[in-house]
Structure formats: C-alpha cells, structure tokens
C-alpha cells in the first residue's frame, strides 16, 4: 500500500477508500495496519509525501504554484495552497522566495 501511495501520490482521486477497494481490505483495516506499520495515519501520510515533491518543485523549477498543485494532485490551487500554508505557515510563494534565496 504504501508503494503504491509513492508512486500514486499526484491522483487527485487517492483515498483510503479507493486503496481498500484496490487491494480488497477494508477502510479501517487499511488504516489501522497502515498506522501500525508506518506510524502515520493514511491521509498524514499522503498529504507528507505529495508536501515534499510539492517542495522539491518549488526549490528546484520554475513551474508556477497551479501546475505544482495539480503535479501533487489538487485539483485546485486554492485547496494545496490552504494546506500548504497551514502545514508549513507560509504560502507556496512565499516559501518559494524565502528557501530558494537562502540556497
């Protein structure tokens, strides 16, 4: 499961349910060996990986933040950019100027 989430990350359409249904396991079971096995909830976990290419593409591209966004799998911009700033309390381009010219 979690090397399918690593390679799935950007399908705005990830979800627990989708996963369970994949690989035939109940939603609380998936859960619960997910929390177990990797020490983070399902959808923590998700939202960490899709942070960090999230990350990496503001550092390391030009691409604007809606592609960054739509790359990680949100469908709106408006949405990654409420989850961005509340995890890192700072928005994408904000974050993008600060951590680019401290490089």
Known sequence: IKAYIDENYADPNLSLNQVSELFGISPKSVSYLFKEEIGDK???YVLRIRFEHARHMLLETDYPIQQIAEQVGYTHV?????AFKKT????PGEYRNLYRTAQ
Request: no cysteine; hydrophobic share 50%; glycine share 0%.
């Open 88 to 91: 890192f309390d700072m928005p």
């Open 42 to 44: 399902f959808m923590d």
């Open 78 to 82: 408006i949405s990654f950019h409420r």
